[in-house]
């Protein structure tokens, strides 16, 4: 019997992913993410799922990133009970991510109910197992998966999936080369399907830039205009990535002496999961952590956990640098500092990383001359440097290099997510001349491909 796979995000578009798999004996499925954009928590995220969670009997996840596991909660409250697959560090991490979206659905402003509650949280948490990587882990049957390192997030894992006498590969999000603290993204050893994202598809970068130079400059920037360098990060990786490259900077004499905050909860959380599995970072920070075991701290650096710590970063006059959650400016506490110090010409705004279609950040990034927060019209003043060498993604080439690395059955197929459809398709295109034999597809909401 045919293999079934039906795709309910990340299709057509970047969040949201949720893959489905029937093999006619068993239902699994692979991520369950929240749809990320404008008013999106009043949006697709409270529709019923197309599928009944009571039939669904195993769940993989990827990674711990919020459009990968975000309704998950809401797949237990409807009635899942099976096992939850996953990394050790995506396990820890995904207990922060889900209990920090949890805190921000109770204060949402629309007053909409959370999609889950402590209860619903718990439950989900307590269903999770961890894998290894490149061990097989048996699910029903002779069904298997197996993780291999994405090189995305710490933790982030591609999936093959051996199920109903086929091998599905879901890529998750493939990490960007070099990355900061992470080595380089496996491929899976073979499949009959690969369900591949394509984030930059069709783009690759050009990057003349190095990720030192680019904060030395913008440090330099501020410093000399007396401002705010403003970093909306993203809590989990991103954020420790900048701090590792500001200790590099501090360790070398080369940091300007201003100070810099870590205004993110859920950032300064995760850094202790970060400390606890330095077994998954490449052999270069290892070795720099043989030597230095405070590879995310320097001196002129203040944490600020709490509310007060958080306003406490407006009494400090400029220059000063805060990186702040959340990193698409669709809330948290960016949303405070952009009110505060977006309107100044001597406030520099680096953007590090993927703006979804809708969110405040594509707005500022496209060149809003105002933007809304909070109720009030804001003037965009300040300067806006968007670069892409931070992009915890893979771009077209590396995206090639992953994909060619697995062995393909002859009538194996692949399927693109996890991509705007322009690109999704500049990529499709790209695939079909270098791969004419093979069948290559882009998949909308609510698709299903058989194998």
């Known amino acids: 019997m045919a293999t079934v796979v ?44 197309a599928y009944d969670p009571k039939e669904v009997e195993a769940v993989v996840i990827t990674h711990a990133h919020l459009d990968h596991i975000g309704r998950l909660p809401m797949l237990v409250k409807e009635g899942f009970r099976g096992p939850i697959y996953a990394t050790e560090a995506t396990i820890e991490l995904t207990s922060l991510v889900l209990k920090d979206a949890l805190g921000i659905m109770e204060g949402h402003e629309h007053n909409q109910p959370p999609l889950y509650d402590d209860v619903d949280l718990k439950r989900t948490l307590d269903l999770f197992k961890p894998i290894a990587y ?3 882990q048996t699910l029903l049957g002779e069904d298997t998966v197996t ?18 006498s086929k091998s599905l590969v879901f890529s998750g999000d493939l990490g960007h080369w070099p990355n900061v603290l992470l080595p380089h993204a496996e491929s899976p050893i073979e499949a009959d399907l690969v369900v591949t994202e394509a984030t930059y598809g069709g783009v690759n970068r050009q990057e003349h830039q190095d990720r030192l130079e680019v904060l030395k400059a913008a440090l ?3 410093a000399e205009r007396r401002g705010v360098l403003l970093v909306p990060a993203f809590a989990i990786e991103r954020s420790q990535e900048l701090l590792y490259l500001l200790h590099h900077l501090f360790t070398e004499h080369q940091l300007p002496k201003l100070p810099i905050f870590l205004d993110s909860p859920l950032a300064i959380e ?17 070795k720099t952590r043989s030597v230095d075991k405070e590879i995310f701290n320097f001196r002129s650096l ?12 407006n009494t400090t006059p400029p220059p000063k640098m805060i990186i702040a959650g959340s990193g698409m400016m669709e809330g948290g506490r960016v949303y405070h500092h952009l009110k505060r110090y977006l309107s100044l010409p001597n406030t520099l705004l680096l953007v590090i990383g993927y703006q979804a279609v809708n969110t405040l950040g ?24 968007v670069v892409d060498i931070f992009s915890g993604h893979a771009d077209n080439q590396e995206l090639l290099a992953w994909l060619k690395a697995i062995k393909l059955s002859p009538e194996g197929k692949i399927m693109i997510v996890h991509s705007d459809p322009e690109r999704a398709q500049t990529y499709q295109q790209e695939l079909t001349e270098q791969m004419p034999n093979t069948t290559i597809g882009v998949v909308g909401i609510g698709d299903t491909v058989e194998i």
């Open 270 to 286: 995760a850094l202790e999961v970060f400390q606890r599995h330095q077994e998954l970072f490449a052999a270069e920070i290892k």
């Open 362 to 385: 594509r707005q500022i990034t496209e060149g809003a001359k105002s933007v809304e927060i909070k109720g009030d019209t804001i003037p965009v003043h300040a300067k806006i440097e």
């Open 6 to 49: 039906h795709f309910y995000g990340a299709a057509g578009e970047v969040t949201g992913s949720n893959f489905l798999i029937e093999t006619g004996s068993h239902k699994y499925v692979v991520d369950c993410g929240l749809f990320q954009g404008a008013d999106s928590l009043t949006e697709h995220n409270s529709d019923p799922f």
């Open 134 to 136: 490149h061990q097989a």
């Open 220 to 222: 330099a920037w501020v």
């Open 147 to 164: 993780l291999y390192d994405a090189g995305h997030i710490l933790g982030s894992a591609s999936v093959l999936l051996k199920a109903g």
């Open 302 to 313: 203040t944490l600020t956990p709490t509310g007060e710590d958080s306003k406490d970063i």
